[in-house]
């Protein structure tokens, strides 16, 4: 008969021998993971006092992300600069004649003037007839075929001038365009007006030595008030032109003062055009004045609408965005 005292220790002895074959029957893994990553077991836990359930071991995968404070940001191409903002008003181009051509063109025509004048009559006594007659046309007819000349080529050079200040010139024919044209169309003009006045020394009728046509005002014969005018037109052309080669020294405010003396430059020719003109009456040439007038007037004044219109209060400019 059995005592339960006497099955205890057998008991006892039976379940100590169990866990002693399952424990040397586990395998224990190997350490994969640093020394500072490892994870107390259950039974140390438990063993400290504080029940904290076991952390899983970490999942490795095929491409591990780096901690966010250790990655690398991708590289970025810089974002490219806007260029500078073309000069609206071009007054920084350089001047489109050259100085030596300028001077050039200059002595071409007061030269030119002089052989008309002088030298043709001597070398070719055929011409003296109709040079030198009684009633000589060939002087005036070179005259006033260079003064329109100069006068079509100074009305071109306030077209192209408007149209930039005016920005229409990006629609025809581009701002660098006709910058250089209204250079070249105000210098030859200049050109032509001298030609204009030097050649009447040859006229007869007109009996005008060189100081009156050097000196405003200066001649007494026919239409004198607006023969005064053209030659202050002449010389005001002059300052307009020739300013183009100085304005790094005079400065832009005083560039653009001389500039607006265009409008009366062109003003004088006009009228010296229409009143001292023998062929005013022509109604080629007195269109030709209408159409000429027109133009700058639409335009000077489309010059002003423009800009009130952006100098006006509480209009403000959209902001451009950066590229």
Known sequence: ????????????????????????????????????????????????????????????????????????????????????????????????????????????????????????????????????????????YLARSSAMVAYALLWLSMVFGLLMTNRLARLWPGGPVAFDLHQHTSLLGLAFAIFHGLILLGDTYIEASLWQLLVPFAYQGFAPFWVGLGQLALYGLALVGLSFYVKDRIGRTMWRMIHFLSFLVFIFTLVHGIWSGSDSSNGIINGFYWLSGGTILFLTVYRVLVSRQAKRPGKSKQATPVL
């Open 1 to 140: 008969m059995t005592t339960p005292e006497s099955t205890a220790p057998a008991t006892a002895a039976q379940t100590n021998q169990t866990v002693a074959t399952d424990t040397s029957e586990t395998p224990v893994p190997a350490a994969s993971t640093p020394p500072g990553d490892q994870t107390p077991t259950p039974a140390a836990a438990q063993g400290a006092g504080s029940p904290v359930a076991a952390r899983p071991a970490p999942v490795e995968t095929a491409n591990p992300v780096p901690p966010r404070a250790t990655r690398t940001p991708a590289a970025t191409t810089p974002a490219p600069r806007r260029a500078p903002a073309p000069d609206p008003d071009f007054t920084d181009l350089p001047p489109a004649m050259a100085p030596q051509a300028l001077i050039g063109l200059l002595l071409g025509a007061i030269l030119g003037a002089f052989a008309a004048v002088v030298v043709l009559p001597t070398w070719l006594p055929g011409l003296s007839a109709s040079l030198l007659g009684a009633e000589p046309k060939a002087y005036w």
